[in-house]
């Protein structure tokens, strides 16, 4: 039976007899290139014969491709040609070399980078008398480099980067008389570097990053004085660098590190004053940093970082050009130089700087003063300010370089060099020096969903580092904690291409300590969009953990594409080992013990500690002693972080007493803080009692009041956080803020509040009237339900809790006549103002617009006539255009109109109100008093009674949620006053 090899070789055979007759190529040498292309795998040349290979045209020389790809014959003479270069990149032959090719005599160039070809390397090869460049890039093969290969006399490039190839460096190669390229790195050569390479003076670029080479380097470099470009970065030689290389003076581009053993002074660089680039890094030099450094040029950059270099910068470092500086991880300590400054990367992170003040703000910018721990008292690290307190957190869960929050696993997809979140942030240090394809970015999404499972969406992105990478969770509860680090190779494929032959090496530090070294995620899963989890133990003892992941110079950089190196990491998740959130006695459950002995008045107290301090996951933070009433049950620390330390763009309001800001919380409920005020109050313990006391206030439509805050002179009060702001700023705010309410939804909202109303007044433990109902002072939820806010505060200040105040408070439009000019306050005031709150709704106009003189407005007034002129549904809002059910919105404006006769006693109750509107009873005969109303509740009379200024509100009404002052003035609790509502 014939293989399938075996029939092309016969289909191959029969096409070359077509032409081997007038084929200016000699026989042998097409024989050669037969054998070659069968061993090398290469199917689809020429079957038939037509094309000569000498006429260099497709399909055996593609110019089309950049550079030329084929077979390139030359004519030596008028009659013969030969075959002097076989290029093959990118082919993915998945074939071995064949030692044919020493068929091919006038061969020059072989170029097979990044194919899927395997086996060794011929020792054929070796006779090979034209050959200068072999490059085979990007390849599985294996197996030693024969000795043969000292005999390619006219061999200048031998390219074997990024394959598997073992054994020693033959001494041989050091007789290659032409040599300038040789480029051995990514491969596992062994063995200590052969004297016989002393002879290799013609290089010009040598590279054996990532082998496995032993002994140190050896001091013959010098030797090669045409050297531009060394790498020697992980190739497992020692160091320390030969201090003198002053003899290689057209070095441009030294790359040095991760050397073993024994610590190098700083090399004399001072041979040459312009470079390209230089890399001494993690290579064990001591001392200062010399102040030659300070007078090179250097193109790209000077990366000095992971060394134990101390002392100071040199004074006019960056006075020169340098691209970038990484001097990362290092003692330097002193200042940094004014040269430096404003200068593009300067990383100068993990070191001893002393932080003037004058700094940039974290990592951000340059210098990247990131980890120096001079300047900073208050955490080990410059940069990272936890807006947490030690213990809020026993866990955290990261999607690296994601978009996507899966389950726990929150998003990471900052693309800068740092970022901090809650609990927990990263920094990244380092550069791709060759990107390519995928340039520097510090992120890699997959882009397929080659990965399944049900973690899928965790490992199709990943977060990738050029060099280093720290992931840092704080506010942590001390001990032992579990560490799962998710991984998945995505970059590389599971095919059989080049795209697969990549190997990524990196190591995994936590709490400092290496727990995993030359950690390789393919080896481990196995395979390429396999998912495996690396789980380790730590221990947190100053509430903050720390995982790092470091290039160490190992794997490949050139596959697929150059650049494609470094820690990958696709998700992290951490959390405690024993510590589960209501283990053992609960914090709630002190609380509740100790309640149980304290006399009524701290029990409401507790209430509001239950539910503003105790009840979440700040509670870990608290003890007993946080039933102290002098203390806040919110500290201010936790309202600084929520609110970004009062950040003005978290600003959502400002009322009489102060803005009030929106914040989030360690457990991410949104917050509404109001800054009631910064004088000091003597009551502060009354102020907590009425705060404990509002706080057990629960109903659908009424704000919630999560606690307060008493510390130094502020006095803040923390409430839930409502997404749709006003009824003010739906109805008659700025245009963009206003919503599209239609009918059904304002009848809601009227229902709703009085429903709240109701309660306050009727159901509730504590009676309370309001005083200060106005479309300001409802708030709706993200869906749309109302809540009344800012019920039941207790003027601060108000000693004499009669039921006459003696300051009133209320605005001016929304308030009872009785109260506005007597002063007499009972619960039928709150119900004359939520009639006028419901001609708004109705409406969609502003109680008062006021406008100078005669053009003012009052929307009570026209209510009345067009009731008068029996006209009412003129009143309703244009917008609701005629889609609206008659019947509900009559019977709405007509509760508005007995909600606001001027006879307080003749104003139906709220739970009356409710039933109205719900439809359940009628509306009950009245009698319009407009001729009282109209006129009686204008400005210039109001202010002719006893308000002081400040109580009256005019604030434009969209200017905030629940914000104005006088929203805030109590009710008095007056006994005589309960009693004679018969409580
Ligand atoms: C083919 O090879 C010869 C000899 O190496 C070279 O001079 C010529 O430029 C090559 N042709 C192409 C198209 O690359
Ligand atoms: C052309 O060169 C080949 C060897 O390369 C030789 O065998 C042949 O005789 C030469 N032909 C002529 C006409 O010189």
Wanted: aromatic share 10%; with cysteine; hydrophobic share 35%.
């Amino acid at each position: 039976m014939l293989s399938a090899s075996r029939l092309i070789a016969l289909i191959w055979f029969l096409g070359f007899a077509n032409y081997v007759a007038s084929a200016c190529l000699p026989a042998q040498e097409l024989e050669a290139l037969l054998a070659v292309a069968l061993t090398l795998g290469k199917m689809d040349w020429n079957l038939d014969g037509v094309v000569d290979p000498c006429t260099n045209e497709v399909p055996w020389w593609d110019s089309s491709v950049e550079d030329g790809k084929g077979v390139n014959c030359t004519f030596t003479n008028e009659t013969t040609c030969h075959v002097t270069q076989i290029i093959l990149k990118t082919d993915n032959l998945s074939g071995s070399l064949p030692k044919e090719l020493a068929g091919l005599p006038f061969l020059e160039v072989i170029d097979l980078a990044r194919n899927y070809l395997s086996g060794t390397l011929p020792p054929e090869w070796g006779s090979m008398k034209s050959l200068r460049k072999i490059s085979l890039l990007g390849n599985r093969l294996t197996g030693p480099i024969p000795r043969e290969y000292g005999n390619i006399t006219a061999l200048d490039d031998l390219t074997l980067e990024a394959n598997q190839f073992t054994g020693n460096i033959p001494g041989e190669i050091g007789d290659l008389p032409r040599i300038t390229r040789l480029l051995l790195n990514s491969n596992n050569f062994t063995g200590e570097l052969s004297p016989n390479l002393a002879k290799l003076t013609t290089l010009d670029n040598f590279r054996i990053s990532d082998n496995n080479f032993t002994g140190s380097i050896p001091n013959y470099i010098q030797n090669w004085i045409d050297i531009k470009r060394m790498e020697i970065q992980a190739s497992g030689l020692s160091g320390p660098i030969p201090s003198n290389l002053t003899s290689l003076t057209k070095l441009t581009d030294l790359r040095i590190s991760d050397l073993n053993g024994d610590q190098s002074d700083f090399p004399n660089l001072a041979i040459s004053t312009s470079w390209e680039q230089v890399i001494l890094r993690s290579c064990n030099i001591v001392g200062e940093i010399p102040p030659f450094i300070a007078q090179l040029t250097i193109e790209k950059s000077l990366d000095l970082s992971f060394n134990k270099l101390t002392g100071q910068i040199p004074g006019d470092l960056g006075r020169q050009k340098v691209g970038d500086i990484y001097l990362t991880g290092n003692f330097l300590n002193g200042t940094v130089p004014p040269s430096m400054k404003d200068k593009g990367n300067i990383d100068l992170s993990y070191n001893n700087f002393t932080l003037v003040g004058s700094e940039p703000r974290c990592a951000t910018n340059s210098p990247n003063l990131f980890a120096n721990s001079n300047g900073n008292t208050s955490g080990t690290h410059y940069c990272i300010n936890p807006r947490c307190m030690p213990n809020d957190f026993y866990s955290f869960y990261i999607n690296c370089g994601s978009q996507e929050k899966v389950g726990k696993y929150e998003v990471d997809y900052s693309t800068g060099n740092f970022y901090q979140g809650k609990n927990w942030g990263f920094f990244s240090t380092g550069k791709f020096w060759n990107p390519e394809t995928y340039g520097n970015s510090l992120v890699f999404a997959s882009g397929g969903s080659s990965i399944s499972g049900p973690d899928s969406k965790l490992y199709s992105a990943a977060r990738l580092s050029p060099l280093s990478l720290t992931y840092y969770g704080f506010c942590l509860r001390n001990g032992n904690y579990k560490v799962n680090l998710h991984f998945a190779e995505i970059m590389f494929t599971n095919d059989t291409t080049y795209r697969s032959l990549g190997r990524r090496v990196f190591d995994i530090y936590i709490q400092g300590k290496l727990v995993e070294e030359n950690f390789n995620i393919e080896n481990e899963a196995p395979g390429v969009y396999n998912p495996i989890t690396s789980s380790h133990d730590a221990i947190v003892g100053d509430h903050t953990l720390e995982i790092r992941f470091y290039w160490a110079g190992k794997g490949t950089t050139a596959l697929p594409e150059r650049s494609v190196y470094g820690p990958l990491i696709s998700a992290i998740s951490v959390v405690h080992a024993t510590y589960k959130p209501g283990s053992g006695i609960s914090t709630g459950a002190r609380v509740g013990i100790a309640i149980a002995a304290i006399v009524a008045l701290v029990l409401l107290v507790g209430i509001l500690r239950l539910k503003g301090c105790l009840g979440g996951k700040h509670s870990m933070y608290h003890d007993l002693k946080g039933l102290d009433l002098r203390t806040g049950s919110f500290t201010l620390r936790q309202i600084r972080a929520a609110t970004n330390n009062f950040d003005p763009a978290n600003k959502i309001g400002e009322g009489g007493f102060g803005p009030v800001y929106k914040g989030v919380l360690l457990d991410k409920t949104i917050i509404a803080v109001k800054q009631l005020s910064s004088k000091s109050k003597q009551g502060n313990r009354e102020f907590v009692n009425e705060i404990g006391m509002i706080s057990a206030l629960q109903h659908p439509h009424l704000v919630k009041l999560y606690g307060c805050c008493i510390e130094g002179n502020q006095l803040l009060l923390v409430y839930e956080y409502l997404e749709n702001n006003s009824l003010a700023r739906a109805l008659f705010g700025p245009e963009e803020h206003q919503l599209h309410l239609d009918w059904p939804m304002r009848q809601n909202i009227c229902i709703g509040i009085a429903r709240g109303l109701a309660y306050l007044h009727e159901e509730s433990r504590l009676k309370i009237v309001h005083r200060d109902i106005k479309a300001t002072n409802v708030l709706l939820d993200k869906n749309l339900v109302p809540k009344i806010s800012d019920f039941g505060l207790a003027k601060l200040d108000e000693e004499d809790n009669t039921h006459i105040s003696t300051r009133i408070a209320g605005t001016f439009g929304y308030m009872a006549p009785e109260y506005a000019m007597r002063g007499y306050l009972t619960d039928k005031a709150d119900v004359y103002s939520f009639g006028v709150v419901v001609l708004e709704i109705v409406s969609g106009r502003s109680n008062s617009s006021i406008k100078p003189k005669e053009d003012s407005f009052y929307l009570l007034d026209w209510a009345n006539s067009l009731k008068a002129r029996g006209n009412l549904l003129e009143l309703v809002d244009r917008r609701l255009e005629s889609s609206f059910n008659k019947e509900e919105i009559t019977r709405a404006i007509n509760v508005a109109l007995i909600c606001t006769n001027v006879v307080a006693a003749e104003r139906p109750s709220m739970s009356t109100v409710v039933s109205i509107l719900e439809g359940k009873d009628g509306v009950p005969k009245f009698v319009s008093n407009s001729s009282i109303s109209v006129g009686k509740t204008r400005p210039d009379e109001v202010e002719m009674g006893a308000f002081d200024s400040e109580g009256v509100s005019m604030d434009a009404p969209w200017s905030g949620s629940s914000t104005s002052a006088p929203d805030l003035y109590p009710v008095a609790i007056d006994t005589n006053y309960w009693e004679k509502r018969g409580f």
